[in-house]
């Protein structure tokens, strides 16, 4: 297990262009944080989801533009860190 967590990364880190498999997502101590994190994972960013990183934004490359299935949303980086990828090779 501790190989394939070696390779994962949080999908902020992903390159523009590139598809990757959320791994999981973190679920941080703060009441806030756990709020978005439910609702990344209503979205559908669950394990085994494969998403493609479309586009980083031009400013404080802010925000990214993701797609999941058939649907692209638009995450801030920090709402993206929280989500863990595996890139797909």
Avoid: C, K, Y
């Amino acid at each position: 297990m501790e190989a394939s967590r070696a390779q994962t990364i949080s999908l902020d880190q992903l390159p523009e262009g590139n598809w990757a498999t959320v791994a999981d997502v973190a679920v941080p101590a703060d009441s806030a944080g756990r709020t978005l994190v439910l609702r990344l994972l209503e979205l559908g960013f669950v394990s085994g989801e494969r998403v493609l990183m479309v586009r980083e934004g031009r400013t404080d490359r802010d925000p990214l533009a993701v797609r999941l299935g058939h649907t692209t949303f638009g995450l801030r980086r920090r709402e993206a860190a929280f989500i863990h990828v595996t890139p797909s090779t």
